[in-house]
């Protein structure tokens, strides 16, 4: 799981769905969202359908802590989930997910990934036709605007719904005895679907197919709207795009690298980012030491092309929880020392370089330079594998700010003064294309290099509260 206490990019949500007939699914949706709990940890949710209709439970925190016990009140064969950070709305139960709304077919029950960037259009449309909203999430918008179409099916529906929306959507929903699963035409956040028994499953990453024992078929297709009933999948691509925009932050940062995303390896993508780094910015050092665990395959990689000592020199306490870490400044700061303790005998009098996966603010990265200092490292080399985040993301990832950037503001040598390092070197753009192995064309790295594949929102229409402001 990533860290409560960490500044890097704040990772966006995890969908999970499945179709099995014959089958109680709700605890193979569980089993799903704790192999997606890195993703999001503030809320979590599970909606199933059974013959009695849809029945739902969610609740704040971590999946094992909402659902203890509750699972037994889930039946049904057909089941989606959902782990949430909250990238648009507040971090409050009535914007958990999944969202469930009236619709002419029954209780419609919807879960999302991304950041929908017409959210506050399309929600002041429905309110002028009579939507009274309980939330301030786009999923909420994204749902009423499936429920509230004209349309006879709610295939149509959602088919019709698909071509209003914009910016990232990777969505699951449940109504009516039919699954469904659907994602943008630019294919931003991932989706993939497996086969298990006679079932059908859906979700962010492949890691959660392992969980269950379920096999991996194929990507959902971008633009792709996949129906499930009565064990039949029908899929459809609804929005045909030749550009794609995959989150290169997914390859990065965002998914376990224990999953594949577009037929590719996380953990050897990351370690192919390490070894191109060591190649961009070798270091005159002694060691190699991974911040974990993010920076850990790239820093692997990074000793391998080198050909310096890799040590896991910085140990992390797994048990700090969110409640310690976050309530104010002071605990902030103890966090890091709490969090990442440095084995002393490894570093002192050692040239270190530190690996990691990005820098947003920069503040921690000066804190765990001088954690190792203090240790007795002689000097302490920083490298990056991702380079310099410039601009604020608008598909889901909570830094939908410039200000919060320190690369916004500040050039590498600054930011290397800044953190106190003896010198910062981040992957290069190219590197990152090289390593992740698919075309430019093939990736989104606006935050990166500002060009989005969107329509760019105004920034104080695109982040967290854009529903609360537009309110
Ligand atoms: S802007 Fe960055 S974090 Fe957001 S989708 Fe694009 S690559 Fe991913």
Request: glycine share 10%; aromatic share 6%.
């Amino acid at each position: 799981m990533k860290d409560p206490w960490r500044e890097g990019p704040r990772e966006e949500c995890g969908v999970f769905g499945i179709a099995w007939p014959g089958q109680t699914v709700a605890p193979l949706v569980y089993l799903g969202l704790l192999a997606l709990q890195h993703r999001g940890q503030e809320s979590a949710g599970i909606a199933t359908w059974s013959e009695a209709g849809l029945h739902l439970h969610k609740g704040m925190g971590l999946a094992s802590r909402v659902f203890d016990e509750r699972l037994s009140a889930l039946p049904g064969s057909l089941g989606i989930g959902h782990v949430r950070y909250s990238t648009m709305g507040s971090a409050v139960l009535e914007n958990a997910q999944p969202v469930a709304v009236p619709s002419p077919w029954g209780t419609l029950a919807v879960a999302h990934n991304g950041n929908l960037t017409n959210a506050p259009q399309l929600r002041e449309e429905l309110e002028r036709r009579g939507v009274r909203f309980r939330g301030s999430s786009d999923t909420e918008v994204l749902a009423w605007c499936v429920a509230t179409s004209s349309r006879r099916t709610p295939e149509a529906a959602i088919r019709v719904a698909m071509e209003r929306l914009e910016g990232a959507y990777t969505v699951v929903a449940l109504v009516d005895g039919t699954l469904f699963a659907f994602r943008d035409p630019l294919a931003i956040r991932p989706l993939v679907l497996g086969r298990i028994g006679d079932g059908w499953v859906v979700a962010s990453e492949t890691c959660a197919f392992d969980q269950i024992g379920a096999v991996f078929v194929r990507d959902v297709l971008p633009g792709e709207l996949v129906g499930v009933r009565d064990g039949q999948l029908h899929g459809e691509v609804v929005l045909p795009s030749p550009r794609r925009a995959h989150c290169v932050f997914e390859f990065i940062y965002f998914a376990r690298p224990d999953t594949n995303l577009v037929g590719r390896n996380v953990h050897r993508v990351r370690r192919a980012m390490g070894r191109v780094l060591a190649r961009e910015h070798p270091a005159d050092a002694d060691l190699v030491v991974p911040v974990p665990d993010s920076g850990t395959s790239a820093a692997l990689g990074f000793a391998e092309q080198s050909g310096l000592r890799f040590e896991l020199a910085l140990v992390k306490n797994r048990y700090v929880g969110r409640t310690f870490i976050e309530p104010d400044p002071q605990r902030r700061d103890l966090g890091v020392r709490v969090k990442l303790n440095p084995v002393r005998e490894l570093v002192a009098g050692q040239r270190v370089v530190l690996v990691d996966d990005s820098i947003v603010r920069g503040t921690t990265s000066g804190k765990i330079v001088q954690v190792l200092r203090e240790a007795g490292a002689r000097e302490v080399h920083v490298r990056i594998s991702s380079p310099p985040i410039r601009w604020p993301c608008f598909y889901g990832v909570d830094t939908s700010s410039r200000r919060q950037l320190v690369a916004a503001e500040l050039d590498v040598e600054q930011i290397r003064e800044r953190i106190g390092a003896d010198s910062l070197g981040y992957l290069s753009q190219e590197g990152l294309v090289e390593a992740v192995g698919l075309s430019r064309a093939e990736l989104c790295m606006a935050c990166l290099d500002g060009q989005y594949p969107t329509d760019q929102p105004q920034e104080e229409l695109a982040g967290r509260m854009a529903l609360e402001v537009a309110r």
